[in-house]
Nanobody, 126 residues
Framework: QLQLVESGGGLVDSGGSLRLACAAS????????IGWFRQAPGKEREWVSCIAPAGKTNYADSVEGRFTISRDNVKNTVYLQMNDLKPEDTAVYYC????????????????????WGQGTQVTVSS
């Protein structure tokens, strides 16, 4: 069955870095569009980034220049490298599959995403 599992979260000081991993089973990431979302307590789930099958990447304005999404086809894993972390980045981070993406484009509409993982907690202290 299609499944995604997030890992790599933790506690980090402001300005620090973390690398999140999204491991896929039941399908091949090379050929799929994968997005990262985050959700803080009491707030709606927020789109962070996505990578299309062709490798084209997109980022939310709030993380542009600080976060980098990438894909390792051998390990069948998508990563989110997070640098210069800020307290407002604190949230549970999820990965999911964009079922409406084209070969080149992925999008931020959460309604098009499926196979959500269980999430991994990221906490950034001041």
């Amino acid at each position: 069955q299609l499944q995604l599992v997030e890992s790599g979260g933790g506690l980090v000081d402001s300005g620090g870095s973390l690398r999140l991993a999204c491991a896929a089973s039941g399908f091949t990431l090379n050929g799929a569009a994968i997005g990262w979302f985050r959700q803080a307590p009491g707030k709606e789930r927020e789109w962070v980034s996505c990578i299309a099958p062709a490798g084209k990447t997109n980022y939310a304005d709030s993380v542009e220049g600080r976060f980098t999404i990438s894909r390792d086809n051998v390990k069948n894993t998508v990563y989110l490298q997070m640098n210069d972390l800020k307290p407002e980045d604190t949230a549970v981070y999820y990965c999911a599959r964009d079922t409406r993406a084209s070969w080149y484009l992925c999008a931020s509409d959460s309604a098009n995403y499926r196979s959500w993982g269980q999430g991994t907690q990221v906490t950034v202290s001041s």
